[in-house]
């Protein structure tokens, strides 16, 4: 009897084996430590360290996703290092977006980065027509609401909405 015994628990040591160097050889998954924020979830890596500005020329405001794209809006700028795909969020007021036109001169502070075998470049301060708005935080986390005017014009006007101070 300890003869039947014997076969299964060698069948099952043979296949939980096979098994761990199966999980072993395989790659978990398919996505690069690039890809995401490292303890901060889903979204593209920001690395601060080798910011850069591009200055250039609207080429394209593309609103459209792209699959495997950072999501929201991008900017194809042409420069002196040709044309770029700049990611600035899917944040921006109505009044920035309006802005962003084909031929509009553009300064832009962020960092390129690697996905999907695509290069970007993340978007963490856009000035155009004389306007700078924050994108990203220095350390590359997306701000969530952008407009052009200052903070000081944002409580004036929300003052005077509540009819003036008392």
Same mark, same amino acid.
């Given at each position: 009897?300890?003869?039947?015994?014997?076969?299964? /628990?060698?069948?099952?040591?043979?296949?939980?084996t096979g098994l761990?160097?199966?999980?072993?050889? =395989?790659?978990? %998954?398919?996505?690069?430590?690039? !890809?995401?924020?490292?303890?901060?979830?889903?979204?593209?890596?920001? !690395?601060?360290?080798h910011e850069t500005?591009?200055? %250039?020329?609207? &080429?394209? +405001? +593309?609103?459209?996703?792209?699959?495997?794209?950072?999501?929201?809006?991008?900017?194809?700028?042409?420069? @002196? &290092?040709?044309?770029? !795909?700049?990611? =600035?969020? @899917?944040?921006?007021?109505?009044?920035?977006?309006?802005?962003?036109?084909?031929?509009? @001169? +553009?300064?832009?502070?962020?960092?390129?980065?690697?996905?999907?075998?695509?290069?970007?470049?993340?978007?963490? &301060?856009?000035? =155009? !027509?004389?306007?700078? =708005?924050?994108?990203?935080?220095?350390?590359?986390?997306? $701000? @969530?609401?952008?407009?052009?005017?200052?903070?000081?014009?944002?409580?004036?006007?929300? $003052?005077?909405?509540?009819?003036? /101070?008392r």
């Amino acid at each position: 009897m300890s003869r039947r015994l014997m076969k299964p /628990t060698w069948l099952i040591a043979g296949l939980l084996t096979g098994l761990l160097f199966a999980i072993l050889a =395989v790659p978990l %998954g398919a996505a690069t430590a690039s !890809d995401f924020l490292a303890g901060r979830g889903f979204g593209p890596a920001y !690395d601060a360290a080798h910011e850069t500005t591009l200055s %250039g020329t609207i &080429q394209e +405001v +593309v609103t459209r996703h792209e699959l495997g794209s950072p999501a929201g809006m991008h900017l194809l700028v042409a420069g @002196p &290092q040709g044309t770029i !795909d700049t990611h =600035v969020g @899917p944040f921006l007021s109505k009044e920035t977006r309006e802005s962003l036109r084909t031929g509009t @001169p +553009v300064r832009i502070v962020g960092a390129m980065m690697s996905r999907h075998g695509k290069v970007y470049f993340l978007a963490r &301060q856009l000035t =155009v !027509d004389g306007h700078t =708005v924050i994108i990203r935080s220095p350390r590359g986390i997306i $701000v @969530p609401c952008h407009g052009t005017r200052s903070a000081k014009t944002r409580r004036t006007a929300k $003052v005077e909405t509540n009819g003036g /101070t008392r």
